[in-house]
């Protein structure tokens, strides 16, 4: 079974600055996905950026890029000049390749508020 | 069609009421999803059907808990004789059966039992 651990429950970043969500994650499969998913006050939950664990380069998404290391199965999500619209729970989740079905399971979330 | 559409986005019941929730996904998506989240914590996953077909249902929560999809299209969620303990935020997602594509959330529906 796959576990996804966001460690840091509550997050807050200056509007402008950086900011980093770690996520860590266990799984005995080689191929895999890796997603960051964001869920803003009352509304529904969409995806940030996508990682295949194949690929050795980072995937970047305008101002969103993670840091993937496979062999530390580490995959946090940096947000570079942040915005007041980024506040918002980030969940970080995970499809393992030999997952028929594609169900995600998910980390317990990091809730970023971003301050003007 | 814009989105997966959730109804109803709220529902107060009591203790030992029969609910039912719809979920509608992107019209082209022959996948649809249900997960339940608790407050503070990430989406669970539940059961899942690829067209009318439900290929996982061992992660419902109980046998109190079902979910149809008739005609492979919308979807819904029955939980029967409610506990306080099913008061969650229930979420539907679709996506298409290409490899590990996106998977569209809706806005969920609010369940609070009392």
């Known amino acids: 079974a796959q576990t996804v651990t966001q460690s840091q429950p509550e997050m807050s970043v200056q509007e402008a600055e950086t900011v980093t969500l770690s996520c860590t994650y266990d799984?005995?499969?080689?191929?895999?996905?890796l997603f960051w998913y964001k869920q803003p006050p009352s509304r529904q939950m969409i995806l940030v950026i996508r990682?295949?664990?194949?690929?050795?380069q980072n995937a970047t998404e305008n101002r969103f890029s993670v840091n993937f290391q496979k062999a530390a199965k580490s995959f946090s999500l940096k947000i570079s000049d942040s915005q007041l619209g980024d506040t918002a729970m980030y969940f970080c989740?995970?499809?393992?390749?030999?997952?028929?079905?594609?169900?995600?399971?998910f980390g317990g979330g990091t809730r970023l508020m971003v301050k003007p | 069609d814009t989105g997966v559409s959730q109804d109803p986005r709220h529902k107060i019941t009591k203790r030992g009421q029969n609910v039912t929730f719809r979920c509608d996904p992107i019209?082209?998506?022959?996948?649809l999803y249900w997960y339940r989240q608790t407050l503070g914590q990430g989406p669970e996953f539940l059961t899942y059907?690829?067209?009318?077909?439900?290929?996982?249902k061992s992660r419902l929560l109980s046998d109190r808990f079902s979910a149809e999809r008739p005609k492979g299209s919308f979807s819904t969620l029955e939980i029967q004789r409610t506990e306080q303990g099913d008061s969650a935020m229930y979420l539907c997602a679709s996506s298409s059966y290409r490899g590990n594509t996106e998977a569209f959330f809706g806005q969920g529906t609010r369940l609070t039992v009392v």
């Open positions: 799984t005995s499969e080689n191929n895999y996905y």
């Open positions: 059907f690829q067209n009318e077909a439900q290929l996982e």
């Open positions: 019209s082209e998506h022959n996948r």
């Open positions: 989740a995970f499809i393992g390749a030999n997952n028929a079905g594609n169900m995600l399971t």
């Open positions: 990682q295949e664990a194949y690929k050795q």
